[in-house]
């Protein structure tokens, strides 16, 4: 039996991966990282630019579904270099809460990978929200 679902696909991906996908009232993002439209990587080597950016997009995806950053309750983030971001962790950590608009009530997940899909990429944020 299929599983109904509301699928939101956009950007330069589009034919490859589905920005989110909403089950019932669960919306699973795929991860999110600091492109712009057009496929550009945003801020490259700069790991706060980097996570405004990813932000920004999460909020994008959620936006399609009438959801907000308000709705997430869980994160996972893919971090090229974990060691030199926390150089930079009250910084990092400071743009996270400003794009939650505070304190965000999720849990959180961080992860080592030795790279992502472009090279100038730091960070990809992977997002579950519930409505």
Partial sequence: MAIEKQVVRYGPLKDFIAQGVRVGDTIHLSGQV???????????????????????????VLGHFGATLDNVVAETWFVTDIPA????????FAARTEAYGG??????????????FQPDLLIEIQCVARV
């Fill in 34 to 60: 600091s492109v712009d439209a057009a496929g550009a990587t945003v801020a490259p080597g700069d790991i706060v630019g980097q996570v405004k950016q990813a932000y920004a997009n999460v909020a994008e």
């Fill in 85 to 92: 971001m926390m150089k930079q962790g009250r910084a990092v």
């Fill in 103 to 116: 304190p965000p009530d999720t849990a959180q997940t961080l992860i080592q990978i030795s790279a992502l």
